[in-house]
């Protein structure tokens, strides 16, 4: 599908932009720098991890791969040093982690095919490498997953339009750097119009009142 040097620096490219927003994150919940670098590590590899562990591609790369390790750390002291004012934080963290969601989306939705699963599970995959590392960020940080809370803006579904152009491009033999960065672009854009515009997916039909559930 690709290179192996064009998918090593798209992966590399993914882990930067991830570990800046896990940083990022820090920086707001007022981490130490090792706190910093582990919500870092753990945003910009979780999905990776996940993702390697499934398809078989063991050890994963994250263990193979000193650059990895590294490309975290990087984005780590740059935060430390040079992060935006603290109003700005979370804009930061939003926009880093769109970015990051739009790449892994393709990245681990190509890797999944290359290593046999048909098209659905490669979009389901890909979907799961993006929003893995955000997941665990927000957990170790004490806050519930963006993925779960009905009254955040829209994170899964943008990744997994960015999935599904990825096997769209796969089934009509397209898919090369330009329509892979398309599709990276699409989810990335997606996303910050989710939250600009604060478009959220729907809860149960005819759902009662909280209200109305606190008190049964």
């Given amino acids: 599908m690709f290179s192996p040097s064009v998918q090593h620096a798209l992966d590399l490219a993914g882990i930067f932009v991830f570990a800046i927003s896990g940083a990022l994150l820090a920086v707001r919940k007022n981490f130490d720098v090792f706190g910093m670098a582990v919500l870092a590590e753990v945003t910009a590899l979780g999905g990776g991890l996940f993702r390697d562990l499934v398809i078989g591609a063991v050890p994963p790369a994250a263990f193979t791969d000193l650059g990895y390790f590294l490309m975290p750390l990087v984005a780590t002291a740059i935060v430390f040093f040079l992060h935006p004012h603290v109003e700005r934080i979370q804009t930061g963290v939003n926009v880093f982690d769109a970015a990051g969601l739009g790449l892994f989306c393709v990245t681990g939705t190509t890797k999944a095919y290359e290593y046999g699963l048909g098209l659905t599970s490669s979009a389901v995959l890909g979907l799961a490498t993006a929003v893995g590392g955000g997941?665990?960020?927000?957990?170790?940080?004490?806050?519930?997953?963006?993925?779960?809370?009905?009254?955040?803006?829209?994170?899964?579904?943008?990744?997994?339009v960015g999935a599904v152009i990825v096997v769209l491009c796969i089934r009509f033999d397209e898919l090369n750097a330009f329509t892979s960065a398309l599709a990276a672009l699409t989810a990335f854009t997606l996303r910050l119009l989710a939250m600009r515009f604060h478009w959220r997916a729907p809860r149960a039909w005819n759902r009662r009142s909280a209200t109305a559930d606190d008190g049964q």
């Fill in 135 to 160: 997941v665990l960020r927000d957990v170790l940080a004490n806050e519930v997953p963006s993925l779960l809370r009905w009254d955040r803006d829209l994170y899964a579904v943008p990744a997994i």
